[in-house]
């Protein structure tokens, strides 16, 4: 029996252009999922978790209880209020097949900071 056509099968699973503008300024996805407040349901007046801002970010799926325009309207006056240029806004809904930001951190940060370095030190022990 042939499968039906749904949503998941429509729009492609690949990162979006929103991916690289956030790190290029600098942006963490956890700050930009605190500034995104979803709508409707359960979820209403709290942020977006970690997990729906990177599913958007990293996958183009999108929360089903916000409606999509909402979170783009979101999107981009965060964008703006970063400091983000408007032709750079307007093309951060675009997919981006090459992916060339895949595992690297925002500018500005760290994935590891430096640990302090430890001596160690002998123990006193008195001989029997």
Not at 96 to 116: F, I, T, V
Request: with cysteine.
């Amino acid at each position: 029996m042939p499968r039906l056509a749904c949503k998941v099968d429509l729009e492609p699973h690949m990162p979006l252009k929103l991916k690289g503008i956030l790190m290029d300024w600098g942006v963490d996805q956890r700050t930009f999922a605190s500034a995104i407040v979803q709508r409707g349901g359960h979820v209403d007046g709290k942020p977006l978790s970690l997990t729906g801002a990177s599913d958007i970010v990293n996958r183009n799926v999108w929360p089903s209880m916000t409606p999509k325009p909402e979170i783009r309207r979101q999107a981009e006056e965060f964008l703006r209020g970063v400091g983000v240029p408007e032709d750079v806004i307007a093309t951060a809904f675009e997919l981006e097949p090459d992916d060339p930001y895949r595992a690297q951190h925002p500018k500005g940060s760290h994935a590891h900071p430096a640990l302090p370095s430890r001596t160690y030190q002998q123990p006193d022990i008195d001989p029997i």
